[in-house]
């Protein structure tokens, strides 16, 4: 039983990443390109340490966008708005950060509240949309994305812009020394060899960690985290059973901004020390497929995310060596993202169907008529 | 409760309204004088068209699914795969085909969200997602490998492409009748400086001068669309299936059919859409070049009560915005005025309807804008591209109760299961 549940749960994934595959390797035999050269060049430049530490400084704004739509998937909140979210939120946090000198642990500390509560004050809206003018929350953050951009836009051009830049190049003021989140190279070269290239592995990757565990303790262990669940499984059993509808969307909302608004902050507190216009967008939409790869389960989006971040990292080896376009793997992702929603909803079907047979045949009268029966069900 | 269109004292509503309109921006106009003449002008209303095509067509597509019951959030992907396919065609074969070839690459996303939706059962939203995802990934793909070779070309962005071509309206707007130069009459009206009437016919001359032969087409597809939704056993079929997809079975329609068509007509006018970015507003592909057109038109159909009347009036609307700011930066500032007159407006409507409150509200409102417009130079730059968004999250806000969508949407559907 167990067993058939593991390959059940694995069949989805791995049968989409196959069919993910395939199909990219039919469009590189449609150019001309031999598609076992590209893949296996990627697979060799992909399992160098520099690859794979790019692969998890990737991974990790990746895994965070993913747990934060996860939050709201889960109780099937749709929280489109999470690229908006992260973005001002990283802007007003890097700003805040530069604004103020503390010691060097607490000032990283008040940079991730800030942002995690900026993050949570634009999701919220959303929710408070939701609950008070029953506003589709999808809509409301698509439209919510925009508004923050160009909130975003005028911020950098006025208040928040670095007064003593002489570039072009619209930029927050840099976060003291103090403020900035260390690497975590040390740790790594003890175990293996020199870093080379100047590379450095993020140590953001904790906090995402950590979230992650977080998320599924919350889930999982407590009862908030056990209303939001059933709430997404049956939201009028969970309403008969005294689960408020409208306080559970309010804190699935503003907990998925709060991480929304961790999700620059490897970037700001790690690489950059401030907001720039060269700030990396998308990571909210990629957040969504990473979700629906790892079936919003943090281990899922764990593998879902590294997935992501390596074929990101590895890619550019395919321009290198002219094997391929590594525009070869943005197709492949996107595919990969839609036959693996494809996959789990046939997968759960047969799921579905499989339970209803075990479970007519457990309470079969024994009789013949009762097999009919049994197999009437399955024929839905 | 059945919504027939164009019926006579609903033309003759239009027909006020829009004169209404015409009064308060004159009115408007002249207070900016000084500031601003592009308010309302023949530039202004052509640009305004213009603008708007693209989002009017999303619309009409997000109106086709969601009357099948299949909420398309994958429209700026199908979107995107027709400027890309618009551009190529155009490239090919010529700016026809490249509008079809547009429509075909639209439709064929609109046909991959009916598989995932329709035919395996996937989450609406999450299979809309998942296009937008992937649609851009083909485009970048496809342009690495074809644009990217060619002169003009690169991995972001096409050759130039050629539009399909302008028309004047022959005695409206001076166009030619068998190489006859016939009078152009709104445009010696407008000239005249009359008051109002002057106003009206730079409009009128500037939406049927220099008009894209596809923005005709575009806009002949409101119609079309009301026509076929609303007075066809097709379009009778395709809206059951979005307000009762269990009774539609019932009585014989088959549903999953009605979807996958609807559908894939959704994805081939957001396609359309695309090509007419790509093709007939900027001439060329460029990555990223519908900038969220798609998500705008999602907003038009609720802002338009799911009719295809009421998403040419949004899309008109928003394509105002964009125009103006497009045109003319100072213009812009001289809408803040506009706004405040316009809420003034309605506050006054609400006072006579007994509403103190929201009335009150309004006043408050309205005179901030006019505070605002009276005490600043110009407005930021950032401000009027987010107008239709802040404009539709306020709708949504304040008129849900009036607004109607179709009962099953966005609901799966499986046949034989309630």
């Known amino acids: 039983m167990t067993a058939r549940r593991v390959v059940m749960a694995l069949a989805a994934p791995v049968s989409a990443f196959a069919f993910s595959v395939l199909i990219s390797s039919a469009v590189l035999v449609a150019v001309g390109t031999n598609p076992i050269d590209a893949w296996a060049e990627m697979l060799s430049f992909g399992m160098r340490l520099e690859t794979l530490v790019e692969t998890s400084n990737r991974a ?134 020199d870093i080379k290239g100047g590379r450095e592995l993020g140590g953001f990757i904790i906090v995402a960690a950590v979230v992650g565990i977080v998320f599924h303790l919350y889930l999982t262990r407590t009862r908030s985290g056990y209303d939001l669940r059933i709430t997404g499984l049956n939201p009028f059993a969970a309403e008969a059973s005294g689960v408020d509808p409208k306080a559970t969307v309010i804190r699935a909302m503003l907990l998925s901004g709060a991480v929304a608004g961790l999700i620059g902050l490897p970037e700001i507190l790690g690489d950059d020390f401030k907001y720039d216009l060269s700030f990396t967008k998308g990571l909210g939409f990629a957040g969504i497929a990473v979700a629906l790869i790892g079936r919003n389960h943090p281990a899922g989006i764990a593998v879902g995310a590294l997935l992501f971040g390596w074929l990101d990292s590895a890619a550019p080896i395919l321009d290198v060596r002219g094997d391929a376009p590594r525009e070869i793997v943005s197709i492949l992702q996107g595919v990969v993202v839609l036959s693996a929603v494809v996959a789990y909803e046939v997968v759960s079907r047969v799921r579905q169907a499989q339970e209803a047979r075990d479970t007519a045949i457990a309470t079969a009268v024994p009789q013949p008529a009762g097999d009919d029966r049994a197999d009437a069900g399955v024929d839905q | 409760m059945n919504p027939v269109p164009l019926k ?101 996303g609109g046909l991959l969200h009916a598989v995932a939706t329709v035919g395996f059962g ?21 342009s690495r490998e074809i644009f990217a070779t060619r002169t003009g070309g690169g991995i972001t962005q096409s050759p130039r492409v050629e539009s399909v071509g302008h028309v004047d309206f022959p005695f409206l707007s001076g166009g030619e009748v068998f190489g006859w130069a016939s009078p152009d009459i709104f445009g010696w009206i407008a000239d005249r400086g009359w008051f109002l009437v002057s106003d009206l016919f730079a409009v009128a001359s500037g939406i049927t001068s220099n008009v894209s032969w596809a923005t005709l087409l575009a806009l002949a597809l409101v119609p079309g669309t009301v026509y076929i939704l609303w007075r066809t056993p097709f379009g009778l079929r395709v809206r059951s299936c979005g307000e009762h997809p269990v009774a539609a079975d019932s009585l014989g329609v088959n549903v999953y059919r009605m979807k996958y068509a609807a559908v894939i007509i959704s ?152």
């Open chain 2, 267 to 418: 994805g081939g006018m957001a396609g359309f859409g695309g090509a007419f970015i790509a093709i007939e507003q900027t001439g060329i592909y460029r990555e990223a070049q519908t900038q969220g057109r798609g998500f705008i038109g999602l907003a038009t159909v609720i802002f338009g009560n799911w009719q295809p009347l009421g998403a040419l009036l949004g899309s008109l609307l928003f394509g105002f915005a964009d125009a103006l700011q497009l045109r003319d930066r100072t213009a812009v500032h001289a809408l803040l005025l506009l706004t405040g007159v316009a809420v003034a407006a309605i506050a006054l409507r609400s006072l006579r309807r007994r509403q103190p409150v929201g009335g009150a509200v309004l006043l408050a409102i309205a005179a901030l804008m006019l505070w605002w417009y009276s005490v600043t130079e110009s407005v930021m730059s950032e401000l009027p591209p987010v107008t239709p968004h802040i404009a539709t999250l306020l709708v949504l806000v304040f008129a849900t109760s009036r607004l109607r969508m179709p009962a099953a949407d966005g609901m799966r559907y499986r046949k034989g299961q309630e």
């Open chain 1, 60 to 193: 990790t704004p990746l895994y965070l966008a993913g747990i934060a739509v996860a939050i709201g998937f889960r109780m099937n909140l749709f929280n489109i708005g999470v690229e908006g979210q992260y973005t001002i939120a990283a802007l007003l946090a890097a700003s805040a950060g530069a604004a103020m000198t503390l010691p060097a642990p607490l000032h990283i500390l008040v940079i991730i509240i800030v942002a995690m509560l900026v993050g949570s004050l634009f999701s919220g809206v959303a929710g408070y949309l939701k609950v008070t003018r029953g506003v589709h929350e999808v809509i409301s953050t698509i439209m919510l994305n925009a508004i923050a951009w160009a909130m975003v836009g005028y911020l950098m051009r006025t208040w928040l812009a670095d007064p003593n830049d002489t570039t072009l190049n619209l930029k927050t003021r840099e976060i003291a020394e103090s403020g900035r989140f260390p690497n975590l190279n040390g740790l790594l070269q003890t175990f293996t060899r």
């Open chain 2, 122 to 142: 996937v989450d609406h939203i999450i299979s809309g997602v998942a296009i937008n995802i992937l649609a851009p990934g083909i485009t970048r793909f496809l």
């Open chain 2, 8 to 108: 006579e004292s609903r033309a003759l509503r239009w027909m006020i309204a829009i004169l209404g309109l015409v009064l308060v921006l004159s009115v408007t106009q002249e207070l900016a004088r000084p500031e601003t003449t592009d308010l309302i002008s023949a530039g202004t209303a052509g640009s305004t068209l213009r603008r708007a095509v693209p989002i009017l067509l999303a619309g009409l597509g997000g109106i086709w699914a969601e009357r099948a019951g299949v909420v398309n959030i994958g429209l700026e992907g199908m979107m995107i795969l027709g400027t890309w396919f618009g551009a190529w065609g155009a490239l090919e074969f010529g700016p026809w085909w490249g509008i079809a070839i547009g429509i075909a690459g639209g439709a064929a």
